[in-house]
């Protein structure tokens, strides 16, 4: 499976950005999508996942602000980033995974995103 992640960029504090990931290369069904991301000096935390029937979770610190969507036709996710602040800022990494156990996991080459205050 290979993960192909846009939508990064510069915003100021209080803007939007939508970032997008696309999977391809496996006709196997991909059961979980998600999107992490790996702040400065800090490790990779989970922002947020969606199922392959729409369940989603999320980071609490990112509740309210941010919506992950899913096109399962597509093998596309989506993460909607609304009121964003500058402890946003990282490099944002799309995950999927299959597998009866999920244990089968790939990742995406990262997206930069950098808010200014």
């Known amino acids: 499976v290979q993960l192909q992640a846009s939508g990064g960029g510069l915003v100021q504090a209080g803007g939007s950005l939508r970032l997008s990931c696309a999977a391809s290369g496996s006709s196997f069904r991909i059961n979980v999508m998600g999107w992490y991301r790996q702040a400065p000096g800090k490790q990779r935390e989970l922002v947020a996942r969606i199922n392959s029937g729409g369940t989603t979770n999320y980071d609490d610190s990112m509740k309210g602000r941010f919506t992950i969507s899913r096109e399962n036709t597509k093998n596309t996710v989506y993460l909607q980033m609304n009121g964003l602040k500058a402890e946003d800022t990282g490099v944002y990494y799309c995950?999927?995974?299959?597998?009866?156990?999920?244990?089968?996991?790939?990742w995406g080459q990262g997206t930069l995103v950098t808010v200014s205050s």
């Open positions: 995950n999927a995974r299959r597998g009866i156990y999920n244990e089968y996991s790939y």
